[in-house]
């Protein structure tokens, strides 16, 4: 199974650079809250290949990329956010492209990133949770995991906890 | 007798731990609440392979729970050394970083094959390091490796690619480090490894080369990667203990030991620790019914990091919990063959911060979010009281090969 990831992932790496110009050409790159066609660009940028799962609220797909690092991306089925990429999830040994799978979202998370308290110094996992956008990442050296979303965008029924 | 004896130790020594300990070591010993089962601490306090280590406020004088050492450099092969101390001693990362401030000697870059200069870029979960990779002859106590490869933490010498800093602050300099460097001793050799994504095709993000053009990703080669020096001692190189004494509650100053091998001396023998094996650098933790699969010990974190909503987080230090009382906790660690029951507490860490000088905390504890397989992050308070040996991967112990963590 993982063999056959990273088969995919290097054919498509070859593929990804043969269609840099189409990926250019596809909607910016707004990962979370952008469209489902988002999820496209995002898995040609990551050299990745792409596994799809549907559930009731949303349809989740999930992207190998070439550092080993599995991103998701959550995209909603119904209601106002139909569409839409309302959380974004990622575990690997290494960090995602922040910008590329925040989008719009990037500099929000970039500010409030470098406002954490400093006042008692220390390391610890990253707790970003601002009323537009929660950002979490923990872990350590070869082991990352976080996930971020936009609580508006959650479907109804949908918890904060099935973003994995 | 024997109760009253160690009672008497258990009220003694913390206070006086090294000076007690002048015969090479310093014994403490608790009971658990049960009364059931007395375990003892022996701490060493000298000998070639002891290096001294303090939890204080470190050089920007604000840390808390971080645990500094010593360290000299030196230009290869020369005498030209330099001595530079508050290096947090991180068993959560792999090799050697220095702030370039806090850096004198003038070392060699390490430069590619094609001759451009090798510099790194190295992921925290709240931050990064950036800056050139280059070679010292590392010296901590009395054990020396040659040629290391070293990361020097600089924002200016090479212009940090958006790439590497991806939106999360550098942790490059003195008050946003809180530490002349890091020294990483955990239970990889290398801080990238042997993957294609870190040696061929550089998407790991960790190495790139930087001609005048600009930076761009490379991949490393093993032996050129920044690595855990503890791994190129001539002797007692196949992991460390850290070893702290009990922290009552809270203090401002902890003395303990930073040791280096695991059973090749006498007193780095492995005792009665329990071995827990760690084949992805991760063990299974079991909190309130939930299995966290990925979890990992980090004298480099400041706090028990762990998932609980049922716990208030902080208004202040909003990294942190803040229980109306101290929840006195408990949770299980499991690895192929071994479990142990680890109770623990978290106090109220607004209040815990409030008396400005205290830096050491017995209770501190924080959430950690994200999506399974969740991470137990068992921080430096773990460490006050118990000896925690980490074991290098590939690395041969009495205990058997690395990486594992024993305590």
Not at chain 2, 133 to 141: C, E, R, Y
Not at chain 2, 364 to 389: E, H, K, S, T
Request: proline share 6%.
């Amino acid at each position: 199974m993982s063999n056959t990831c990273v088969r995919k992932s290097w054919r498509l790496l070859a593929i990804g650079a043969a269609l840099a110009v189409v990926s250019a050409a596809l909607p910016a790159s707004a990962a979370l809250g952008g469209d489902g066609a988002s999820v496209q660009a995002d898995q040609l940028h990551m050299q990745g290949s792409l596994r799809t799962t549907a559930a009731a609220a949303y349809t989740m797909h999930e992207i190998q990329g070439a550092s080993g690092t599995v991103v998701r991306e959550y995209v909603s089925a119904a209601g106002g956010s139909a569409g839409k990429v309302f959380a974004v999830a990622w575990h690997g040994p290494w960090r995602p492209d922040m910008r590329q799978i925040l989008g719009g979202y990037f500099e929000q998370f970039a500010q409030a990133a470098k406002s954490q308290s400093k006042i008692r110094m220390g390391r610890r996992p990253l707790m970003i949770e601002l009323p537009g956008l929660v950002v979490e990442q923990s872990g350590h050296a070869r082991a990352f995991a976080g996930r971020a979303y936009v609580p508006d965008m959650l479907p109804t029924g949908v918890r904060p906890e099935e973003i994995q | 007798m024997r109760d009253l004896r160690i009672f008497l130790i258990f009220a003694i020594v913390p206070a006086f731990a090294l000076s007690v300990g002048c015969g090479g070591s310093s014994s403490s010993s608790s009971n658990s609440s049960s009364g059931t089962t007395t375990t003892t601490q022996t701490i060493a306090t000298s000998g070639a392979n002891v290096a001294s280590i303090t939890v204080n406020a470190g050089p920007n004088g604000n840390y808390v729970n971080g645990a500094f050492a010593s360290v000299i450099v030196c230009v290869p092969g020369t005498s030209n050394c330099q001595t530079i101390d508050g290096i947090l001693v991180d068993t959560g990362s792999s090799g050697l970083r220095i702030i370039s401030s806090a850096l004198t000697v003038a070392l060699p870059q390490q430069n590619a094959s094609d001759g451009n200069p090798v510099v790194e870029c190295l992921p925290f979960v709240d931050s990064y390091t950036w800056g050139p990779v280059q070679t010292a002859d590392v010296q901590i106590a009395s054990e020396k490796a040659a040629s290391v490869p070293i990361q020097v933490l600089s924002d200016t010498d090479f212009t940090t690619p958006t790439a590497c800093s991806q939106g999360f602050p550098s942790a490059d300099t003195l008050p946003a480090l809180g530490a002349n460097g890091i020294l990483g001793v955990g239970l990889a050799a290398q801080d990238c490894g042997s993957s294609a994504a870190c040696v061929q095709t550089g998407t790991a993000g960790l190495y790139y080369q930087c001609p005048s053009s600009g930076c761009v990703e490379t991949g490393e080669p093993l032996a050129q990667q920044v690595i855990n020096p503890v791994a190129l001692f001539t002797t007692d190189n196949n992991g460390v203990i850290v070893e702290l004494p009990p922290v009552a509650g809270a203090a401002a100053t902890v003395s303990g030991s930073l040791v280096f091998g695991i059973g090749t001396q006498s007193n780095n023998v492995l005792g009665t620790a329990t071995i827990y094996t760690a084949p992805n650098a991760a063990f299974t933790t079991t909190y309130k019914s939930q299995t966290y699969t990925e979890s990992f010990i980090d004298s480099g974190s400041n706090g028990y990091f762990f998932p609980d909503s049922t716990i208030p987080i902080c208004s202040d230090n909003t990294g942190f919990y803040c229980p109306s009382s101290t929840e006195n906790l408990s949770a299980s660690n499991q690895a192929s063959g071994a479990s142990g029951t680890v109770d623990f507490s978290v106090a109220n860490a607004d209040a815990l911060f409030a008396n400005l000088s205290d830096n050491a905390f017995e209770d501190l504890g924080g959430p950690a979010g994200g999506p399974a397989p969740n991470y137990f992050d068992w921080g430096l308070p773990f460490f006050y009281g118990r000896n925690v040996y980490t074991a290098i991967e590939g690395m041969s112990t009495p205990g058997g090969t690395g990486p594992f963590w024993a305590y």
